[in-house]
T-cell receptor
């Protein structure tokens, strides 16, 4: 079945370093992908999205890379800050449907 | 700008009691609306979505129902809560297909 998974459940990085969070998806029909950030007790917050006709998209301090060949998605956070500590998860959307498949998330811990 | 409101933030209910969780969106018209449940360590599970007033699609048959009495109001209900209904419930909106979903801050529901 469809699944979106993460390679690492917890990632610890030093403040100021770059963070890379990975995500794998299995549905080759997925054509839209989103990264969310969720802080404790809050709802998920949209970070960045990418469509299947792109390989890379950049935002403020964040970059999303999409490798459709191996069905892999990554989120890069530059100069990680303490405020970046949260759970990050990806979601993919099957083309033409309303049903997103959400990953379980990676907890990012920023060490001072 | 668009905002989404969910209430209450936390709720403790006895087994067998009714439920009504409300979600409203401001700053947009005719949004797609969604109800999700998030279990600890698991991805978001889509419960219901709505593309217009009175239009509800159910993804998972269970002890819950949803209604959309107004364009920007989405309600999650139950006539008799079960212990298994405990969880973190999230409402989200989007402008349409292949667009990011924006989430409220959720309701933590505990059934005793």
């Amino acid at each position: 079945g469809e699944s979106v998974g993460l390679h690492l459940p917890t990632l610890s990085v030093q403040e100021g370093d770059n963070s890379i969070i990975n995500c794998a998806y299995s549905n080759s029909a997925s054509d839209y992908f989103i990264w969310y950030k969720q802080e404790s007790g809050k709802g998920p917050q949209f970070i960045i999205d990418i469509r299947s006709n792109m390989d890379k998209r950049q935002g403020q301090r964040v970059t999303v890379l999409l490798n459709k060949t191996v069905k892999h998605l990554s989120l890069q956070i530059a100069a990680t800050q303490p405020g970046d500590s949260a759970v990050y998860f990806c979601a993919d959307l099957n083309s033409g449907t309303y049903k997103y498949i959400f990953g379980t998330g990676t907890r990012l811990k920023v060490l001072a | 700008s668009q905002t989404i409101h969910q209430w209450p933030a936390t709720l403790v209910q006895p087994v067998g009691s009714p439920l009504s969780l409300e979600c409203t969106v401001e700053g947009t018209s005719n949004p797609n609306l969604y109800w999700y449940r998030q279990a600890a360590g698991r991805g978001l599970q889509l419960l219901f979505y709505s593309v217009g007033i009175g239009q509800i699609s159910s993804e998972v048959p269970q002890n819950l129902s949803a209604s959309r009495p107004q364009d920007r109001q989405f309600i999650l209900s139950s006539k008799k809560l079960l212990l298994s209904d405990s969880g973190f419930y999230l409402c989200a909106w989007s402008t349409g297909l292949n667009q990011p979903q924006h989430f409220g801050d959720g309701t933590r529901l505990s059934i005793l």
